[in-house]
């Protein structure tokens, strides 16, 4: 533990630090970026909140004694009809869930075509580049479909990318020197969109409320059981969600 008072700190670099039940009194944070922080319980009162950014998952946040998280999914499924499919809970819902996020990631990836090459591997706001998240995306669906729910221990490429602050595990690759073509990643891509495709296609109401079978080794998600349910859903919310980061950093790589 550490006090830090009448301190300068401006411009300090926080990395994997355990703040937990920190008290922050009279502390400027203006200008201040959070990035996969985990603000759960935090207490906020007398602040000042104002020209803030916040993309994130958002649960029982209640700012002056109103409920937030509510009126952002409203307003979010209000701008983006097929979000709400993306809570399907049956096995059909769930077979035309995927078709939408076919269907909207080849409108993506057309209109990444028609960029310079150079700049889909260009980092946008300090975040992944379009062929990062492209491999992270392969990641996610090799870590919850053909890990957890196929139950290969180790079904990484070389190209798969996990999150930045995934502790490095063995046998998890984490290259982020690699500047593979469009091409060849979307190769890759069409490989796991298919294996999804598959078994999604496959689901019975049976199948969709049982439980995988743990794997044995290293990797992600951790060795144990899980609900092909929630398998299914984590998957379909990084394909969601990492589309829309791609439209938004495409915005502003085209206006470059």
């Known amino acids: 533990m550490a006090d830090f008072v009448r301190a300068d700190l401006g411009g300090s670099r926080f990395e994997s630090v355990n703040l937990r039940g920190a008290e922050f009194r009279a502390v400027d944070l203006s200008g201040a970026r959070f990035l996969s922080v985990d603000l759960t319980g935090v207490v906020m009162r007398g602040d000042e909140l104002a020209n803030v950014d916040i993309r994130g998952e958002i649960m029982n946040v209640t700012v002056n004694d109103v409920d937030i998280g509510p009126l952002v999914n409203a307003e979010l499924d209000r701008r983006y009809p097929d979000r709400a499919k993306m809570r ?3 096995p059909a819902a769930f077979a035309a869930a995927w078709d939408i996020l076919e269907r ?3 409108g993506t990836v057309e209109r990444a075509r028609r960029l310079p090459p150079e700049l ?5 706001g300090g975040e992944w580049s379009f062929i990062e998240t492209l491999r992270h995306l392969v990641f996610a669906t090799d870590s919850w479909i053909r890990r957890a729910i196929l139950g290969d221990p180790s079904p990484w ?32 891509r069409r ?48 394909e969601w969600e990492h589309r829309l980061y791609a439209e938004r950093d495409l915005d502003v790589l085209e206006a470059r």
Do not use: K
């Not at 889909?120 to 946008?124: A, M, N, R, S, T």
């Not at 999804?196 to 290293?218: F, K, M, N, Y």
């Open 88 to 90: 399907p809970t049956d």
């Open 104 to 106: 909207l990631w080849a």
């Open 120 to 124: 889909l591997h260009e980092p946008v």
């Open 157 to 188: 490429h070389p190209l798969d990318l996990p999150w930045d602050e995934m502790p490095d595990t063995p046998g998890v690759p984490r290259d982020r020197v690699a500047r593979p073509s469009l091409e060849e990643v979307l190769e890759l």
């Open 191 to 238: 490989d796991r969109m298919s294996t999804a495709r598959q078994v999604i296609g496959t689901l019975t109401d049976a199948s969709l409320d049982s439980d995988t079978e743990p794997v044995e080794g290293p990797g992600w998600p951790e060795p144990r059981s899980y609900p092909v349910r929630e398998c299914l859903l984590v998957t379909l919310n990084e």
